[in-house]
């Protein structure tokens, strides 16, 4: 062993004796969630503004970019109409907008106090996911709190979670 060898081998003596050798828990196979599950209004209510509006922000990201490129897609599998034609299909695409402040900071507050009343006011109906919801905070759509309420009460949200085994009358692991 060469002197470079030895200390190496010391200091990682050294280390697991200060800070102890020990494995990482393992959670046993049948504890752990069969799907992983989709962000609900119980996680909802309990996150700070800061992170309701992180979720808002990657939300609107992953719409803009996923409308984007299913765009681009057709227009590689259709033959092109005119020359702007993924501009064309991104214009009927549902739309989320926000203002801005003075400092350029967005004011995402148009979605999460929706949400945020929503999922207060009617703790029965957190089990629906937050994306769900989502849709039907477009530009064109913008439900109120009460409007998706009185859509929960009509059944709109019904097979939400119902795939993964979540849902009223069903008990969350």
Same mark, same amino acid.
């Given at each position: 062993?060469?002197?470079?060898?030895?200390?190496?081998?010391? /200091?990682?003596?050294?280390?697991?004796?200060?800070?102890?050798?020990?494995?990482?828990?393992?959670?046993? /196979?049948?504890?752990?969630?069969?799907?992983?599950?989709?962000?609900?209004?119980?996680?909802?209510?309990?996150?700070?503004?800061?992170?309701?509006?992180?979720?808002?922000?990657?939300?609107?990201?992953?719409?803009?970019?996923?409308?984007?490129?299913?765009?681009?897609?057709?227009?590689?599998?259709?033959?092109? &109409?005119?020359?702007?034609?993924? /501009?064309?299909?991104?214009?009927?695409?549902?739309?989320?907008?926000?203002?801005?402040?003075?400092?350029?900071?967005?004011?995402?507050?148009?979605?999460?106090?929706?949400? &945020?009343?929503? %999922? &207060?006011?009617?703790?029965?109906?957190?089990?629906?996911?937050?994306?769900?919801?989502?849709?039907?905070? &477009?530009?064109?759509?913008?439900?109120?709190?009460?409007?998706? %309420?009185?859509?929960?009460?009509?059944?709109?949200?019904?097979?939400?979670?119902?795939?993964?085994?979540?849902?009223?009358?069903?008990?969350?692991?």
């Amino acid at each position: 062993m060469t002197p470079q060898q030895k200390n190496a081998a010391f /200091v990682t003596v050294l280390m697991c004796a200060s800070l102890g050798c020990q494995r990482a828990p393992v959670v046993p /196979v049948q504890v752990q969630p069969k799907h992983a599950m989709p962000l609900d209004g119980k996680q909802w209510v309990v996150w700070q503004n800061a992170d309701l509006e992180d979720f808002v922000i990657a939300y609107l990201s992953g719409h803009y970019y996923g409308v984007k490129e299913a765009c681009e897609i057709h227009d590689g599998l259709a033959p092109a &109409t005119s020359l702007h034609h993924s /501009v064309d299909c991104r214009a009927i695409a549902p739309r989320y907008s926000y203002k801005s402040d003075s400092f350029g900071n967005p004011d995402l507050s148009k979605y999460t106090d929706v949400l &945020t009343r929503f %999922y &207060t006011e009617h703790p029965e109906y957190r089990f629906v996911p937050c994306a769900r919801l989502m849709v039907y905070l &477009t530009d064109d759509q913008h439900k109120s709190a009460d409007d998706l %309420y009185t859509m929960a009460k009509a059944g709109k949200f019904p097979a939400m979670g119902a795939s993964l085994g979540i849902g009223p009358g069903v008990p969350v692991e």
